[in-house]
């Protein structure tokens, strides 16, 4: 008996069927913008890294001076020898990098010290005040992160280096010495003042998650709290460690401000100061060099962090049974150790506030005596003899104009990186698990990785001149927008992404089903149900543009200078106190900011760090 066949369709069927699933996966929303987000951070992010190696490997016209033979745009590994293995490569890049690494690694085990006492105490003692201690803890980050360093100099700055007295010296009659006025030693404590907030932080979440249990157990067996804390508590915030050092590594590694201020009267180079030098000078491809040493030494840490937290089978610290959260009883150190830490907190938020704020009352820098009071370098008029000719920084137009500027990148960059975010995060979601979706996520976050300096160093390669309908940006303030949202798409596409998986699929299918099309959905389903992660984005990225320098120091111009390049300026200039009172501005505006933040979030930082 003869049985029928299976139908087979044939191979043009099969095909057509092929094309068919292709087409609909293709013209499907979420697909189309993730191509565009694709598309749009391949030319973000990756043409301007290509630009940068790609300059770094030819001549340049300056060349001609060190290479009579050269011609511009041939290949070449001139530079690379140049500054990796000629004689002035220690000068250039050696000894930039050891201090980089020198000032990163003694910031962030300093800033491991604090963070991680001051979180200890804070969730695991008795302790009294510990919401104002965890508020108090998160106003250094909230600032300029040069700010305790400029108020490190006029506390210690001496006659030998700083041509003018500070007040250490004004008071106590004797000069301080050189290395406790400027270099690593001063470099490394502001940057640990600064940025003790992140091991706080993530110290502090994990140490809340700990059930008190697992030690206990290891105290009924006998263990010591040394022992208990050695092989319990360690190991169990392991994680929240690596990211406070990899966050306050990289950070402090590619800064420019501190370095700038408390190292270049002395000569002491870091790799950020070195590339802007480098810049300074028309050496583009030197200063690239040292920004891809940057980039790689930033993926390095990043990797090695990936690799470390992996080796580890688990950290899991709450189980199904219940959990217990025991403080340890401070007893008669209570009281000492609560007023211990809100002092140090207040001296760490508030003191570089005031020194700075004191000085700009001064006529003359380093006399401070109430006959040298003036108001001056706030409301004066202009004078030829004192501040190079500028009048007091509330009559000075430029000052208003760079608060103007500073204001308008900061609603700009906030804008689109919300935006991009609430996209990203649409397509990235909606596609979840596809290679698309994980590329758009990866492309995303490189940023992330690339410190700030070697990020704006990246732009001037990529829009120098013109490429295509893309007209030459450097010099204009569009450039400073662009480069802030490129940097700032790893935080935007987070949020974006969180903000999206908190929306069920069915809404919009049944958006779908009534027949509204995909901007429509977007539009009148999407959109208002994420709209708490628009705002989120918008505000974070407004305080965190407002107080942002090393990004763009070596893109701004006289035309296009905001707050934060203004008091580079003024103190490269000599004036002191008009960059005292410049950095006070600008401080007013980013803590006015982050209250907005906290009006709308509650906790703010927190929730910007992802805690």
């Not at 190292?263 to 070195?274: A, D, E, F, K, L």
């Amino acid at each position: 008996m003869a049985f029928p066949t299976t139908y087979q369709p044939s191979f043009s069927l099969q095909l057509l069927a092929a094309w068919r699933r292709f087409m609909h996966w293709l013209t499907s929303a979420h697909v189309i913008l993730a191509l565009l987000m694709l598309a749009l951070m391949v030319y973000l992010i990756l043409v301007p890294l290509y630009r940068m190696i790609e300059t770094t490997l030819t001549y340049q016209e300056k060349d001609i001076h060190y290479v009579p033979e050269a011609v511009t745009g041939e290949f070449t590994w001139f530079h690379w020898t140049r500054m990796l293995t000629d004689e002035i490569a220690q000068v250039m890049t050696y000894a930039p990098l050891q201090h980089s690494l020198v000032i990163s690694i003694g910031a962030t085990l300093l800033a491991l010290l604090i963070g991680s006492a001051l979180a200890w105490m804070a969730v695991r003692t008795d302790m009294a005040g510990r919401n104002v201690i965890n508020t108090l803890a998160t106003v250094p980050y909230i600032m300029p992160s040069w700010t305790i360093a400029m108020a490190w100099t006029v506390l210690f700055k001496n006659r030998t280096s700083g041509g003018s007295p500070g007040i250490y010296e004004f008071l106590i009659g004797a000069s301080p010495p050189d290395w406790l006025a400027y270099g690593p030693v001063p470099i490394i404590i502001s940057s640990a003042l600064h940025y003790y907030t992140f091991f706080f932080l993530f110290v502090s979440a994990a140490l809340m998650s700990i059930d008190s249990n697992l030690e206990e157990a290891g105290e009924l067996m006998g263990a010591s709290r040394w022992r208990i804390l050695r092989k319990i508590t360690f190991p169990l915030i392991v994680p929240a460690l690596l990211s406070g050092f990899i966050m306050t590594f990289s950070k402090v590694m590619g800064t420019f401000g501190g370095p700038n201020v408390l190292g270049i009267p002395v000569g002491y180079y870091t790799i950020s100061t070195m590339i802007r030098a480098d810049m300074g000078l028309g050496n583009y491809a030197d200063g690239f060099v040292l920004a891809i040493v940057l980039i790689l030494f930033a993926m390095t840490t990043v990797y090695a962090n990936q690799k470390v937290v992996g080796t580890r089978k688990s950290y899991e610290t709450i189980g199904g049974r219940g959990f217990v959260a025991q403080r340890t009883r401070l007893r008669k150190w209570k009281t000492v150790l609560t007023a211990g830490v809100i002092v140090f907190q207040l001296i760490v938020a508030i003191l570089p506030l005031a020194i700075l704020a004191f000085s700009t009352f001064m006529l003359i820098d380093g006399e401070y005596t109430p006959s040298n009071f003036t108001l001056h370098y706030w409301i004066g008029e202009s004078t030829p003899t004192i501040s190079n000719g500028v009048p007091g920084v509330l009559r000075n137009p430029d000052v208003y104009k760079g608060a103007w500027n500073s204001i308008a990148l900061s609603l700009w960059t906030a804008f689109f990186a919300a935006l991009l975010g609430v996209l990203l995060g649409y397509a990235i979601a909606k596609g979840r698990g596809t290679r698309l979706s994980k590329l758009v996520e990866q492309l995303a976050f490189i940023p992330y990785v690339i410190p700030g300096i070697a990020f704006g160093a990246v732009y001037i390669s990529m829009f120098a001149k013109s490429v295509g309908p893309i007209p030459a940006l450097y010099g204009t303030f569009a450039l400073l927008v662009v480069v802030s949202v490129a940097k700032h798409l790893p935080y935007s596409a987070r949020t974006g992404v969180s903000a999206m998986l908190q929306v069920g699929r069915e809404l919009e299918e049944a958006g779908q089903v009534a027949g509204a099309n995909a901007w429509e959905r977007f539009r009148r389903i999407i959109f208002p149900l994420t709209s708490p992660g628009f705002i989120s984005g918008f505000l974070m990225t407004f305080i965190t543009t407002m107080r942002e320098l090393s990004l763009i120091i070596l893109l701004v111009t006289p035309s296009t200078q905001v707050l934060a390049s203004m008091t580079i300026r003024y103190l490269e200039n000599d004036d002191t106190q008009m960059a005292n009172a410049v950095i006070i501005i600008l401080v007013t505006l980013v803590l006015i900011g982050n209250w907005l933040i906290s009006l709308f979030r509650g906790g703010s930082l927190k929730k910007g760090l992802g805690m």
